[in-house]
């Protein structure tokens, strides 16, 4: 049997085994998993993981916020996700008022095609003045969109009843509804209150948003999916009462995910105690917190009440970071982290003996391509899409503006130390990036 490509000797690692194995590879996929495979073209992997390409459920490139975009757009945001391992994502379509879902939808795919790096997919955002179109949801659907976002925060927000009723329309379309989950009421009552006593620091972002009123929303959430009798995905979780809720829901028999997110894995609150605008550059929402939330999310992890990691890469540039400084509400939330994430959970979660090395790609690999409908990713199988990383388990990286590749221009996590990473990144059979350099064309991704 001939090949294009064939990876040999490395140690092949699942969500539920680890073994070692060639990988044979021909017009894109995975055709043979063996023993002595020979090629002409071959990518020696010696002393090396190979996983599946990661895939990150949750990014924001080229997104607008206010009168700001996320810095990163679908080019340089896939690019820096393919340094990480990271071969799959899925980002946003926001219908206009006036703009079908559907339409909007083939924009925003369009604009993604012309530049991504890396295989894409979409979430659709039902927004306040979408409620209307409702009844376009099933269009969106079959045009590809199978998960539906919906806020609980911010201008997008939904009250209670339209969240019902979307999830009703997302429900007999066959979609999987997302939610962003927090007490947007009860918040900001709090950041008027401390912005009112003075309180404008970025150590109040996380005093203004107390992990009650996150495990509320979550908790609220999971009682009206359950009441509309469809799943639901929660969205960055930030601590321990809000996964809590998950648990319980789930022993109860209630269809619900949890996703989590480096930032709250890697960072704590003291990231708001650097002076000037270092201490305001990690505001995100949900917030960063407590050293103890954090150790208590990774048993949660351990324990697999969670069900995906990803980045929620928002990032903003320093400078506009910077010009919300009089006060922590004014400053442009997100953080970048789709680069270091795939790397962040081996190196924080695998080696300090959180979590096993077949969760490590559970998390961040297969369950989000299960769970997504990404039938094609995902996994290390014979028929599946050649999306592969090379991973050399002792590779040390030092975090910083330099050697990551987004374009924000900063990083929260400067000067960690990270053990484990990429050295080749594949997909659908094509080396992508190799030693610290990327291979690939402009738009050459696809949607999924």
């Known amino acids: 049997m001939s ?10 690692v699942t969500a539920s085994s680890t073994y070692k194995a060639d990988i044979g590879i021909k017009n894109g996929r995975i055709i043979a998993i063996a023993e002595k495979l020979e090629c002409d073209k071959i990518v020696d992997a010696t002393d090396r993981l190979v996983t599946p390409g990661a895939i990150d459920t949750h990014v ?132 008027d209150k401390n912005i009112k006593e003075g309180n404008t620091g970025p150590e109040w972002h996380t005093k203004s948003r107390p992990a009650i009123l996150e495990a509320e929303a979550v908790g609220r959430v999971i009682d009206l999916a359950t009441y509309a009798g469809v799943p639901v995905h929660i969205f960055h979780i930030s601590c321990p009462e809000a996964i809590e809720r998950v648990k319980n829901a789930r022993i109860q028999g209630h269809y619900v995910t949890a996703e989590t997110c480096p930032q709250y894995l890697c960072l704590t609150d003291e990231v708001f105690e650097a002076e000037g605008v ?39 540039t320093l400078k ?82 330099e050697s990551l590749h987004e374009e924000a221009g900063w990083t929260p996590y400067k000067d960690q130390k990270i053990t484990g990473w990429p050295e080749v990144t594949i997909s659908r059979g094509e080396i992508i990036v190799e030693n610290g350099k990327c291979l690939a064309e402009k738009g050459r991704g696809q949607f999924i």
């Open 60 to 191: 924001h490139l080229e997104m607008p916020i206010g009168k700001y975009t996320s810095t990163d757009d679908f080019y340089t945001g896939t690019k820096a996700a393919a340094f990480g391992g990271t071969t799959t994502i899925i980002d946003f379509v926001e219908a206009g008022e006036n703009q079908t879902l559907v339409d909007a939808l083939e924009e925003r795919k369009s604009k993604a095609e012309s530049r991504s790096i890396i295989d894409f997919g979409l979430h659709m955002t039902i927004m306040p003045h979408d409620i209307k179109k409702l009844n376009q949801v099933q269009a969106a659907f079959d045009a590809g969109c199978k998960s539906f976002k919906i806020y609980m925060a911010y201008g997008n927000k939904l009250n209670d009843g339209e969240i019902l009723l979307a999830f009703e329309a997302i429900g007999e379309a066959g979609g999987l509804p997302i939610v962003h989950a927090e007490n947007w009421d009860a918040i900001t009552t709090l950041i």
């Open 3 to 12: 090949y294009d490509l064939v990876i040999k000797n490395g140690t092949l």
């Open 320 to 401: 506009e970071k910077e010009a919300g400084m009089e006060a922590f509400n004014k400053v442009p939330g997100g953080v970048p982290s789709i680069e270091m994430r795939f790397s962040s959970i081996y190196s924080r979660g695998v080696r300090d003996g959180f979590i096993t090395v077949n969760q490590w790609v559970d998390l961040c690999c297969t369950t989000p391509a299960w769970l997504f409908g990404l039938e094609s990713k995902g996994d290390i199988q014979v028929g599946k899409d050649a999306d592969l990383v090379v991973f050399n388990p002792s590779k040390e990286v030092e975090l910083s503006r």
């Open 278 to 316: 270092e201490g305001a550059l990690p505001i995100c929402s949900p917030p960063i917190r407590g050293i103890v939330d954090q150790l208590e999310l990774w048993e949660y992890l351990s324990s697999e009440s969670f069900h995906t990691i990803s980045s929620d890469h928002c990032p903003f």
